[in-house]
């Protein structure tokens, strides 16, 4: 499935109805897409902008001139998920050092 | 009746222990320096100023003078006194050394006392770190205060994570900035951090620039009754007002003010404003909601430089009024924006205002369509970093701490 394609299927499972997309001048642009990141990596991306509520609602011309900074975005998610993770598991042993209930009771 | 008792006269008066406590006064009572010592453990434990009897209660030989003017008044008074008469000391001291020491040896050591002396004539505060004698009077008064206060020098604020991982509590001087996306559980995390402070005994106000006092009174009594009442029948007036006088004189008398400040959605309201408020009500603990609803005192035009002038001025007022205070900010949203999660200190405009100016920054996420709310640290100057969970009901007022994940795992 191409870039394009898998964008039409997300559109329309989030909206409910098929974008519309003008293939023939967007082709270049998911081209770029596809060069800059890799065929994966751009349907990584997708999957990422379409968890996103900003006023470009999704479109496709704001994906393909944003892809690098929306891929920028996504990894700070990523990283800072992580850590959060990471810090739950500090500050649990933190507070049970400290003799305190961790259970909330 | 001595220049002493008059500044302590003046604080119990006006109930404003502030121009004193910014003045580094504890040297200038000479005589009077264990009274001077009662009033400030008590203000630092109940965030007010006790009255003459309590005092007494303590020093049955306190007897208030006539004070009719304002604090600084006194203190000015004070220091002025003070600095003639050690000066005066120090000079006569000076010609006597000079019979029988040398002169270099007697300037070196005058320069060295009236080194000392320049302190109480400037409000900027020096602290030799050589001076271990001094840094031991500061921890055994800290540990006593740490001792009284259950646990740590500052309100706790009930969270067990919070409490371990900012062990000083909300300090006076400590600002305290909340981030969030707007309508994620920021506010409503600030107003149960007060309803702490309050049951602690101390006396929080909240200045609110979004929700209309009465709006806020809703939600901070549906807090204090933990799981009582709901929220939407008090939106609604659907409570039954005899049980809730019940309930009201039961909880709420004999109890410290519990202040919200509203300007109803017109006027600006700056720091300056703040402090006149600080003034009145005299605060222990003050809540800005929000930051973006701020003006700065020197209402500027740009939104990033009004909003870091304002971040370094509520800084000020929690030092220069020895209370914490706690700035909730909404992130800045863009198209990039990724608001699934809690924002990053980088998602706020001013960020480098609040890495500079506060003591602890905590992103609070309301993850929508479940009942948790994560709360990450974002800046911890006074300890590691934390995560923790909430699982909140927010109609009833009541929460739980985890320390699970979003997903469950």
């Known amino acids: 499935m191409g870039v394009l394609t898998y ?31 890799d065929y994966l990596n ?42 959060t993770r990471e810090l739950l598991e500090k500050t649990k042993e933190l507070v049970e050092t400290e003799g305190v209930n961790v259970d909330g009771d | 009746m001595s220049t ?37 453990r008590y203000y630092k434990i109940y965030g007010t100023t006790p009255s003459p009897d309590k005092l007494r209660s303590k020093h049955p030989e306190f007897r208030e ?7 600084q008044y006194y203190v000015d008074q004070l220091k002025s006194g003070y600095l003639n008469n050690t000066l005066g ?35 900027v505060k020096d602290l030799n770190i050589t001076d271990y004698e001094n840094a031991g009077r500061y921890y055994d008064d800290l540990r006593s205060l740490t001792e009284e206060m259950g646990g740590t020098p500052g309100i706790r604020t009930g969270f067990k994570a919070l409490d371990a991982a900012y062990p000083t509590g909300l300090a006076p001087g400590h600002l305290i900035v909340l981030i969030g996306w707007p309508g994620r559980g920021k506010s409503w995390i600030s107003e149960y951090l007060m309803c702490q402070a309050w049951m602690q005994g101390h006396r929080p106000m909240i200045i609110s620039l979004e929700m209309s006092p009465e709006d806020m009174r809703n939600r901070i009594y549906t807090l204090m009754g933990s799981g009582i009442f709901r929220m939407s029948d008090f939106q609604k007036g659907m409570v039954n007002t005899d049980d809730f006088r019940s309930w009201g004189k039961k909880t709420l008398t004999d109890k410290p ?48 430089e009004r909003n870091m002038n ?48 506060a003591d602890m920054a905590m992103a609070i996420h309301h993850h929508q369509d479940t009942n948790l709310v994560e709360c990450v640290e974002r800046k911890n100057r006074h300890g590691p970093s934390f995560a923790f969970y909430l699982e909140a009901d927010f109609g009833r007022g009541t929460l739980k701490e985890t320390y699970g994940t979003a997903d469950g795992s």
């Open chain 1, 7 to 37: 964008y039409e299927k997300l559109y329309t499972q989030k909206y409910g109805k098929k974008p519309v997309v003008n293939r023939y001048r967007e082709k270049w642009g998911a081209a770029d897409v596809v060069d800059s990141v």
């Open chain 2, 65 to 71: 003078s006539d004070v009719s003017g304002p604090t």
């Open chain 2, 257 to 304: 003010e519990f202040i919200i400040v509203s300007n109803e959605g017109v006027g600006e309201v700056t720091p300056d404003i703040i402090q006149a408020k600080i003034d009145q009500y005299k605060p222990s603990i003050v809540v800005a909601d929000y930051h973006q609803l701020l003006t700065d005192n020197g209402r500027s035009k740009q939104p990033t």
């Open chain 2, 4 to 40: 002493e008792i008059d500044v302590i006269s003046a604080v119990l008066e006006n109930k404003d222990i502030n121009p004193a406590l910014a003045q580094n006064l504890d040297e200038c009572f000479v005589t009077h320096g264990d009274m001077w010592e009662s009033v400030k």
């Open chain 2, 310 to 357: 304002i971040s370094r001025e509520l800084k000020r007022l929690a030092l220069s009024n020895n209370i914490p205070v706690i700035d909730i900010t909404a992130a800045t949203m863009d198209d990039i924006s990724d608001t699934k999660g809690p924002p990053m200190l980088s998602q706020v405009a001013w960020s480098k205002a609040i890495e500079y100016d």
């Open chain 1, 42 to 83: 751009a349907k990584a991306l997708l999957d990422y902008y379409f968890t996103l509520d900003g006023n470009h609602k999704n479109s496709l011309p704001f994906f393909l001139q944003n892809f690098d900074k929306l891929a920028v975005a996504r990894d700070a998610r990523l990283e800072d998920d992580r850590r």
């Open chain 2, 89 to 123: 000391n120090l000079l006569i001291g000076g010609i006597h050394d000079l019979k029988g020491s040398a002169p270099s040896e007697v300037l070196a050591r005058m320069q060295k006392e009236m080194t000392g002396l320049a302190r109480l004539t400037n409000s």
